[in-house]
């Protein structure tokens, strides 16, 4: 008797203990599901320029996912896009030392890319030693030979002076994405030149098999590109060229008259000059960004709000273009750089500190006051969801929780904005940035929201309309109707950055 009551007993430690364990499976694989959904979606977000969103993507990834090996890909992903893509070089060698010092398994790799970086950044000295003590502790290594050659190469150039900004005879070349998911596209305008060869029609039905590789097409007209549903009249040429099976359709056009067709697809064109002024540099400073961040790419900037909003020829006004024309070649820097100019529909009363929401420190993005934005349009806003509708779209998006009870605010940044929260179930509970799982889930317009629980009903009541990063859209246009300058308008969003004219 007293052996079956030890067998039971044992059964019942069996059956729980598997039990716990399969919880922590499904829990392990719900998690790295999220984890792993961030890393593939922050690859999309800086296909389409939203860098600071990819950022979050990765600081969601790396903070949900349970596995190191996961961990390591996440901090070589975002050391990539500091230095790459936010002139955040400083930040990234912190995550290669960071890789250096925790990650042994990734110390070569971390080695090679912090030498390469130093190599970038003109930084000759650092480089070389940082090169040298990868051969030292790899004298076999992947990338010996890459390594070999480039401390070389840092030892024959003498360091330059400091670099200053570059001025430019004429407006830069943008290349902005139209499509890439077709096989064919029509073209109508007249004169055509195709690449240099004159074409006696006013439309052009081409498709994937009927160019060759790059295509160049010139007309004396506004092109039409008509792409199935997608039509869209356009200045410049149009560059044609074959990837992956598919038609790349690039608009090819300096970067003032592609600002004609930004303006009025970003602001509305009633709004005050000085406010589409404002509108016009920050639109430039951000297509000069990409244009500089992007020189081994494609294209330098989608024709969507992924990048910013361009509705070609038919959206211009008379007022709009005469906000880019008064403002030519104006652009916004900082430390010798031209800034990422980061907009927002509306800040909701507060600016968003890129510091706190991205990781991301910048001098020009940080947390400010802004009331004007609560009397624009979009500055406030309340949803209300019943708990299981709640768990249902959590669960939808990867995160693995039954029987919700509580969503807990737990670190907000300056301007208000809820940064993390603790989200309490039955079978676990844990913290999560807010951006990449709350807001993305419910499809709320922005995290500067407080939460309210009234029996099994949660409500969400909020201000702005965005990211709330930089420049406010409809602050702006309030500040343009009181009688502000454009800049005193940017001055006000954007400082410590300086205008400068560059063309």
């Known amino acids: 008797m007293k052996r079956l009551g030890i067998f039971i007993l044992f059964l019942i430690f069996f059956f729980v203990s598997q039990a716990f364990s399969l919880k922590l499976d499904q829990q392990t694989l719900g998690l790295q599901k999220l984890a792993q959904w961030n890393i593939n979606y922050a690859s999309y977000l800086i296909d389409v320029g939203k860098y600071l969103e990819a950022l979050d993507a990765y600081n969601t990834a790396y903070e949900v996912t349970p596995f190191r090996e996961t961990k390591l890909k996440v901090l070589l992903y975002k050391a990539n896009l500091l230095a790459t893509f936010l002139d955040a070089e400083e930040e990234a060698l912190k995550i290669y030392d960071l890789i250096i010092s925790q990650y042994p398994e990734g110390e070569e790799i971390a080695l090679y890319k912090k030498g390469l970086l130093l190599f970038d950044m003109e930084r000759y000295k650092s480089c070389i030693d940082v090169l040298k003590e990868y051969l030292k502790k790899y004298p076999e290594g992947r990338f010996k030979f890459q390594v070999e050659v480039l401390i070389k190469e840092a030892q024959k150039i003498v360091p330059p002076p400091v670099p200053g900004l570059k001025i430019l005879k004429k407006p830069p070349i943008v290349r ?37 590789s ?97 509705n070609g020829v038919d959206r211009e006004t ?97 301007s208000g904005r809820i940064i993390k929260v603790k989200i309490v179930a039955s079978n676990f509970s844990r913290v999560y940035r807010a951006r990449t799982t709350i807001k993305r889930a419910l499809k709320l317009p922005e995290i500067l929201f407080s939460i309210k629980k009234e029996g099994d009903t949660y409500i969400f009541e909020g201000h702005g309309w965005g990211h709330g990063v930089g420049y406010s859209q409809w602050g702006s246009a309030i500040m343009g109707k009181k009688g502000y300058n454009y800049k005193q308008i940017l001055s006000f969003y954007y400082s410590p950055a300086k205008l400068v004219k560059l063309w």
């Open 176 to 212: 902005v994405l139209l499509n890439r998911k077709s096989k064919s596209v029509t073209l109508v305008s007249k004169g055509f030149i195709v690449n240099g060869k004159p074409i006696h029609s006013n439309t052009l039905n081409l498709s994937y098999s009927d160019i060759p």
């Open 214 to 310: 790059k295509c160049l097409i010139k007309a004396e007209m506004p092109i039409k590109v008509i792409i199935g549903r997608y039509k869209k009249t356009v200045r410049g040429d149009i560059l044609l060229k074959q990837k992956k099976g598919r038609l790349y359709v690039i608009n090819v056009l300096d970067i003032e008259r592609y600002l004609w067709g930004v303006v009025p697809s970003e602001s509305y064109p009633s709004w005050p000059l000085e406010t589409l002024k404002a509108q016009a540099v920050a639109s430039r400073t951000y297509a000069y960004y990409q244009v500089l961040h992007r020189k081994n790419w494609d294209y330098d900037l989608v024709d969507n709000e992924g990048d910013q909003a361009y």
């Open 318 to 414: 008379k007022k709009t273009t005469k906000a880019v024309n008064l403002t030519r070649g104006e652009v916004l820097v900082e430390g010798n750089r031209p800034i990422l100019a980061m907009f927002t529909a509306n800040s909701g009363g507060y600016t968003a500190d890129a510091g706190y929401v991205f990781k991301l420190n910048k001098k020009y993005l940080v947390a400010r006051p802004d009331p004007l934005s609560l009397k624009g349009k979009m500055a406030n806003w309340k949803r209300r969801y019943k708990a299981e509708e709640v768990e249902r779209r959590l669960n939808r998006i990867g995160l693995p929780i039954k029987g919700l009870i509580d969503i807990i605010p737990v670190l907000r940044g300056p």
